[in-house]
């Protein structure tokens, strides 16, 4: 870390129940040249992929749908979020990240993987970096049911949609995962589907 209007930077840790939760205390160099002595939290869960599985020829999409605790006592009355593929590294690649995470929630065995981005998805208070993928697919690559790995406790529903109906999805709220808009928005303009 290479910041010279940051320094006396103090790490202590919160939280190590699910992943990691720091609190950083730190001088920071004001525009005026004055120091400031601040303080912030981060949550460390390490870094992700995701990949939005398309079909160019009967103009589909593959997303996911589960239960997610966070936006469920946050106002999404049942917790349940339709999403693109995703999961966190592991210690794999992106790129191997997200053909694992795409056999074991979709049943889809792919190889062709096209890396679009990468974003932080919440600067402000998670350290995690989103490798952000595209990738098409057949049936013919239908390996299995999907729906999750057995150990992770996901229950993942696979979803093959309509692309314009996933974007009519986006627009009436029914999609508000991030990285899913992300990348299908990213799909529409560069004329994928």
């Given at each position: ?69 966070p936006t469920y006592v946050n106002g999404n ?15 794999d690649n992106p790129a191997d990240c997200v ?17 679009v981005f990468q974003t932080y998805m919440s ?71």
């Amino acid at each position: 870390m290479k910041n010279g209007s940051i320094k006396d930077v103090e790490k202590k840790l919160l939280s190590d129940n699910w992943y990691t939760l720091n609190k950083y205390t730190f001088s920071y160099q004001k525009p005026d040249g004055t120091w400031e002595k601040q303080e912030r939290e981060a949550y460390d869960r390490g870094n992700g992929a995701a990949i939005l599985l398309y079909n160019s020829k009967k103009k589909t999409v593959v997303l996911t749908r589960q239960f997610r605790m966070p936006t469920y006592v946050n106002g999404n009355e049942d917790g349940m979020m339709i999403e693109v593929c995703a999961g966190l590294l592991d210690g794999d690649n992106p790129a191997d990240c997200v053909r694992k995470e795409t056999e074991e929630e979709t049943g889809y065995k792919i190889s062709n993987v096209q890396k679009v981005f990468q974003t932080y998805m919440s600067p402000g208070s998670v350290t995690e970096i989103v490798y952000l993928f595209v990738g098409e697919y057949d049936e013919s690559m239908k390996v299995s049911d999907g729906g999750g790995a057995d150990d992770e406790t996901e229950n993942i529903e696979v979803l093959e949609l309509d692309f314009n109906e996933a974007m009519k999805m986006v627009a009436s709220g029914e999609i508000k995962d991030a990285k899913t808009i992300m990348l299908l928005q990213h799909a529409k303009l560069n004329s994928l589907v």
